[in-house]
């Protein structure tokens, strides 16, 4: 059965970094792209960053562009989130999201598209 577990979650001040894992028990990792997005309470899921199951592609919403860095281990079956220059707005449980695709440079940002959630993770920042 496949599952997808994110860690890393917790405390952080603001201005600080913090890396989530997302540890994949799925067939064929190297063929899922994964993408990352958020809920923050009374808020819908947004989109934050997305990488193709080569590694080769990611995007990212605006809002994280430049202090977030989505990257995969293949080998691990493991993706990360570094999250750097961490905000109180970013503040929110962290779900990573995996998809079935045979396109290896495509990332996928709309949570329709996946079929495979983890539980979560929640990252609170304090200002």
């Known amino acids: 059965q496949a599952q997808l577990v994110e860690s890393g979650g917790g405390l952080v001040q603001a201005g600080g970094s913090r890396r989530l894992s997302c540890a994949a028990s799925?067939?064929?990792?190297?063929?899922?792209?994964i993408s990352w997005f958020r809920q923050a309470p009374g808020k819908e899921r947004e989109f934050v960053a997305a990488i193709s199951w080569s590694g080769a592609s990611t995007n990212y919403a605006d809002s994280v562009k430049g202090r977030f860095a989505i990257s995969r281990d293949n080998a691990k079956m493991t993706v990360y989130l570094q999250m750097n220059r961490l905000k109180p707005e970013d503040t929110a449980v962290y779900y990573c999201?995996?998809?079935?695709?045979?396109?290896?440079?495509?990332?996928?940002?709309?949570?329709?598209?996946?079929?495979?959630w983890g539980q979560g993770t929640q990252v609170t920042v304090s200002s």
């Open positions: 999201a995996a998809t079935l695709t045979i396109n290896r440079d495509t990332v996928y940002t709309s949570p329709g598209r996946f079929d495979i």
């Open positions: 799925v067939r064929t990792f190297s063929t899922y792209a």
